[in-house]
Nanobody, 128 residues
Framework: QAQLSESGGGSVQAGGSLRLSCAAAKTTYCMGWFRQIPGKEREGVAY???????TYAGSVQGRFTIDKAHRENNLYLLMDDLKPEDSSMYYC?????????????????????????WGKGTQVTVSS
């Protein structure tokens, strides 16, 4: 059984919305969404730490919302006003150790190297 499993990707026109979900099979603390296009560097999109504090990349601030159901390990990413440049494979990631009062290890926007669990990804395609 995969420890992280994403769903909710798809194709949408520019200006549309999508909601990604990530089901976690074990206890996690800091969780995040990353995206990567083949041949390009992986980008941290949004983070949700154990204090329920969220952090966003500048490119998605105000358009994307990361959320985690209370007392659950499921993570969500609501993406509004999507742009063609948002097209990518999106990955859910998690840190499995509690750190520094609930902060993400590597804060404020940790790279993927600080995350121990990864999903297989879900594709998001935005057409103009």
């Amino acid at each position: 059984q995969a420890q992280l499993s994403e769903s909710g990707g798809g194709s949408v026109q520019a200006g549309g919305s999508l909601r990604l979900s990530c089901a976690a099979a074990k206890t996690t603390y800091c969780m995040g969404w990353f995206r990567q296009i083949p041949g390009k560097e992986r980008e941290g999109v949004a983070y949700y730490d154990a204090r329920r504090i969220t952090t966003y990349a500048g490119s998605v601030q105000g358009r994307f919302t990361i959320d985690k159901a209370h007392r659950e390990n499921n993570l969500y990413l609501l993406m509004d006003d999507l742009k063609p440049e948002d097209s990518s494979m999106y990955y859910c990631a998690a840190q499995i150790q509690y750190y520094d009062g609930g902060r993400c290890y590597g804060s404020p926007r940790p790279s993927g190297d600080y995350f121990q669990l990864w999903g297989k990804g879900t594709q998001v395609t935005v057409s103009s």
